[in-house]
């Protein structure tokens, strides 16, 4: 049987990294708030002929928007973002681009005040933090009949915030380099990834659980580690089939739910990656009251387990 539980901080090694990645990613770029969050309006137009990118932003800009992002989702469509719009200010807007390039088709327009854009972030926020203290109760709940529960759902909750964490650190990645913004799709992306996650960790969880009331071991760790290896791969084949999906959405279906497939497909892999190799540690951590040599571990980030 593969020891997998016995290379615990190797995992948490590689966890530690991601974080740490993560955290930098987010301290030095951040993340750029699309015109749900911060407002602003997004108008989207697509030509009949084919149309520069250079030019047709030159020309967004000569009109006196030189703080409009301006970006190209496909052929001869673009995406204009500027601060709120009149309806005169958009009419004027169409009627110069029409003039210089020729004729269009406006695929979208809409646009969002600061009040709505500040309401709509917080109530994204409160989602979240909602979604995870439902998780940890659920859990807890779920466990209840197991020796100290609480542990259960404060492990997933901790594998959650590191699913969370890690996935919205690597987007940003992606966004510096490819101009992203987020918005109310990244945010469903998140809910989804944590709920994705959740059910993969409570898999195991659940196997776990069932190993220790059949008493395959008087050891806690290998019962732990059998569940592990027993869960592998339906995991791993559940991830891919889910990831292949989400791959076709990004490739198929286009740049309006972008955010979504893209936070989805790395949501994906890092929680396949926790539910197996990060959560179940964590108990193990737990019951073997290791804490204190975790904490000195992953400071010194060892690679022997």
């Given amino acids: 049987m593969f020891n997998i539980i016995g290379k615990r901080y190797r995992f948490f090694l590689i966890s530690g990294l991601l974080i740490l990645v993560s955290v930098i990613s987010l301290a030095t770029v951040g993340l750029k708030s699309g015109i749900e969050f911060s407002s602003g309006s997004m108008l989207s137009v697509q030509f009949e ?12 800009i000569e009109q006196g928007y030189t703080d409009a992002i301006v970006q190209s989702v496909g052929e001869n469509e673009f995406l204009i973002r500027t601060q709120e719009l009149s309806e005169e200010e958009k009419d004027q807007i169409e009627t110069s681009l029409s003039s210089r390039f020729g004729q269009f088709s406006e695929s979208q327009f809409y646009s969002v005040s600061p009040l709505v854009a500040t309401e709509t972030a917080r109530s994204a926020i409160i989602a979240m933090v909602v979604a995870m203290v439902g998780i940890l109760l ?3 709940w779920a466990f209840r009949r197991m020796p100290k529960a609480f542990r259960w759902g404060t492990c997933s909750i901790i594998a959650l915030f590191h699913d969370a964490l890690v996935t919205v650190g690597i987007y940003s990645i992606f966004a510096a380099i490819l101009g992203w913004e987020i918005n109310l799709m990244f945010i469903t992306g998140i809910l989804t990834v944590i709920g994705y996650s959740v059910n993969n960790t409570i898999v195991v969880f659940d196997r ?3 190993n220790e009331i059949k008493g395959i071991s008087p050891s806690f760790e290998l019962i732990v580690n059998s569940s592990q290896v027993e869960t592998l791969g ?4 559940t991830s891919l089939t889910t990831l292949i999906t989400s791959l076709a959405l990004l490739l198929f279906v286009g740049a309006t739910i972008q955010n979504f497939a893209v936070v989805l497909i790395i949501g994906i892999v890092v929680g396949m990656f926790d539910s197996l190799f990060v959560a179940p540690a964590l108990l193990v951590v737990w019951d073997k009251g290791e804490w204190g040599r975790f904490i000195g571990r992953t400071k010194t980030f060892p690679v022997k387990a």
């Fill in 49 to 60: 002929t084919p149309v520069d990118y250079s030019e047709f932003k030159q020309s967004v």
């Fill in 138 to 140: 659920y859990v807890t």
């Fill in 208 to 210: 776990i659980r069932e």
């Fill in 234 to 237: 339906r995991s791993m084949n």
